[in-house]
T-cell receptor, first 115, second 115 residues
Framework: NAGVTQTPKFQVLKTGQSMTLQCAQD?????MSWYRQDPGMGLRLIHY???????DQGEVPNGYNVSRSTTEDFPLRLLSAAPSQTSVYFC??????????????FGPGTRLTVL | GESVGLHLPTLSVQEGDNSIINCAYS??????FIWYKQESGKGPQFIID?????DKRQGQRVTVLLNKTVKHLSLQIAATQPGDSAVYFC??????????????FGTGTQLKVEL
């Protein structure tokens, strides 16, 4: 299994541009989440999904959209990039069931800079 | 202006010594607590978790202690090795049933292992 994969690894945007961060997992996990991590800080939840077709907001959802059309994919869209969205973005998936249902598997991250 | 990131608290230990990393959590309703390890440039990696109905859980070289009275969590690493150098985050979550897996992260502790 590849686990959780994210693309791109690095991205530079200009203010006002839009883009989509891709996230995919091949572990058939029900739950997927997006976090952002700012320098010297912990991760903050942006959006999450408990299954295909179901999404909900996390702690810092403004400026981001998500969709979950399949179990495998959970893209994060920046509608109109702002410098405040400069951060490292992590996608994670969780089984949701079984003994390890609470264990989140994180992707390698996407480093985004908005100029 | 540009925001300044917080400086992470740092714990320096000698190789072979035991490490204790502490975390205070905020939500008395949280029912799962998790420790993550994050190496530079990588996503967080699950270490160990504990349910709120337990006060101690052991893994390989790691022990997590939970004190619900004072809302305190600790991670003990036995015989600390250079490969343990990383940032360690505690996270809390609640409402697992049908509510996804929404994690609230602490700010992290930088562990430095000195040879």
């Amino acid at each position: 299994n590849a686990g959780v994969t994210q693309t791109p690894k690095f991205q530079v945007l200009k203010t006002g541009q839009s883009m989509t961060l891709q996230c995919a997992q091949d572990m058939n996990h029900e739950y997927m989440s997006w976090y952002r991590q700012d320098p010297g800080m912990g991760l903050r939840l942006i959006h999450y999904s408990v299954g295909a077709g179901i999404t909900d907001q996390g702690e810092v959802p403004n400026g981001y959209n998500v969709s979950r059309s399949t179990t495998e994919d959970f893209p994060l869209r920046l509608l109109s990039a702002a410098p405040s969205q400069t951060s490292v973005y992590f996608c994670a998936s969780t089984p949701g069931v079984g003994d390890s249902h609470n264990e989140q598997f994180f992707g390698p991250g996407t480093r985004l800079t908005v100029l | 202006g540009e925001s300044v990131g917080l400086h992470l608290p740092t714990l320096s230990v000698q190789e072979g010594d035991n490490s204790i990393i502490n975390c205070a959590y905020s939500n008395s309703a949280s029912d799962y607590f998790i420790w993550y390890k994050q190496e530079s440039g990588k996503g967080p990696q699950f270490i160990i978790d504990i349910r709120s109905n337990m006060d101690k859980r052991q893994g390989q070289r790691v022990t997590v202690l939970l004190n619900k009275t004072v809302k305190h969590l600790s991670l003990q690493i036995a015989a600390t090795q250079p490969g343990d150098s990383a940032v360690y985050f505690c996270a809390e979550t609640y409402g697992l049933t049908g509510g996804g897996n929404k994690l609230t992260f602490g700010t992290g502790t930088q562990l430095k292992v000195e040879l």
